[in-house]
């Protein structure tokens, strides 16, 4: 199930759905002239279930797309300057939003909600009025946040289906595996790993007991190795001092989240893969968004899984993990009653 969703899913879909048999996709990248914005529209131009990519940025969508639509797939491509979002909006079935502030250096994700949080509550709230059935994929940190903000625009709205919104925590997984793979002396496309929880710091959670190459991981190693997939965003962001945060990484993780969802929306079954969703498995807690494996649909979320049996080194990350998540969530709910 995971290795058909690894870098070969980016562009091919599984054998016995051919792209011809395709249905109609127009996908939008809401930020597209961004770090992010620009190779994961490169990326998605690859996909053949895409007909149509429309590219929206208040800076530069239109020149990205020129360059874009040269590349020789089928989708059309069409490019939107910062007054012309509904039409950029028009008919999608899909938006994917990386619009927003990244890091620099000694920032935590937290820290990007004053400028972020209106952003997305803005985007959202056009998406809400022009294309009220698109599934929507929130990349914009903080992502802990933004999609409790996004689904409660919609609710506001009268138009929220809880199975449409989604948080990418795609690059966490994508992390973990590649991770655990050079701890493990293993192909990273053999190591799945299941990362749970959100999408900052402790509240990442990587379920390496369930994994056969990952339970045998222990002591020092299994803490470095547990530091490394909750931090590893700050990685990049330090070494890129100051000019931003992870983008190449998380266009390959937002393309393949994307291409997904995607292939579950025309039809293929047993698509599995951890997401940001609302989500029943802590409601009874006050947290009533979590990222757990989600079996996609055509309709979006098909069905939560349950974090399955866990180690009591996961125990704790989990209990370390629940109370940051729920400041989080409230955070992006309140911004939104404010509002
Ligand atoms: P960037 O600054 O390079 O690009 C952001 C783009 O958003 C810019 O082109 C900007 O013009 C555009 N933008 C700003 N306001 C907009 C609006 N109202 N409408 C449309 N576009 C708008 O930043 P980036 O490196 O691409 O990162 C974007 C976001 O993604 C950040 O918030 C970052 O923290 C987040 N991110 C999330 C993940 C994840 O795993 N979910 C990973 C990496 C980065
Ligand atoms: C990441 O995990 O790389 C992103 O969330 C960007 C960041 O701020 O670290």
Do not use: W
């Not at 899913?9 to 990248?29: D, E, H, I, N």
């Not at 490019?79 to 938006?95: I, M």
């Not at 927003?100 to 820290?111: A, E, I, L, N």
């Not at 100051?242 to 998380?250: F, I, P, Q, V």
């Amino acid at each position: 199930m995971f290795a058909r969703s690894a870098a070969r899913s980016l562009v091919t879909p599984a054998r016995q759905f051919s792209s011809s048999a395709a249905r109609q996709s127009k996908v939008t990248v809401l930020g597209a002239g961004g770090g992010i914005g620009q190779p994961l529209s490169l990326l998605l131009k690859l996909n053949p279930y895409v007909t149509e990519l429309s590219l929206y940025d208040i800076r530069g969508a239109p020149g990205v797309a020129a360059d874009v639509s040269h590349v020789d797939t089928k989708s059309e491509v069409h490019g939107y300057p910062a007054d012309k979002l509904d039409q950029a909006l028009d008919g999608t079935d899909v938006v994917v939003i990386p619009a927003g502030v990244p890091r620099k250096p000694g920032m935590t994700r937290d820290d990007l909600f004053n400028t972020n949080a209106s952003i997305v509550r803005d985007l959202a709230t056009a998406i809400a009025r022009v294309s009220p059935k698109a599934k929507v994929l929130v990349i914009s940190n903080p992502v802990n946040s933004t999609v409790p903000i996004v689904s409660a625009v919609f609710e506001k709205a009268g138009v929220y289906d809880p199975a449409h919104i989604f948080g990418v925590t795609t690059l966490d997984v994508v992390r973990a595996q590649r991770f655990l793979a050079g701890v493990a002396g293993t192909d990273p496309k053999d190591t799945p790993v299941t990362v749970v929880g959100g999408h900052s710091g402790a509240t990442i959670v990587p379920l390496l007991s369930q994994t056969p190459h990952g339970k045998g991981v222990t002591g020092e190693v299994y803490k470095k190795l547990v530091h490394r997939i909750q931090f590893g965003g700050d990685e990049v962001v330090q070494a890129k001092d100051g000019a931003g945060s992870a983008t190449l990484s998380m266009a390959y993780a937002g393309a393949r989240f994307t291409g997904d969802l995607l292939r579950a929306i025309n039809g293929e079954k047993g698509v599995v893969t951890p997401t940001f969703v609302k989500s029943p498995l802590f409601a009874d807690q006050g947290i009533d968004f979590f990222s757990s494996n989600v079996e996609l649909g055509p309709n979006g979320v098909a069905k939560i899984h349950p974090l399955g049996q866990l180690s009591k080194e996961e125990e704790e990350l989990l209990a370390a993990c629940l109370p940051e998540l729920k400041k989080n969530i409230e955070k992006g709910k309140k911004f939104v009653q404010q509002s």
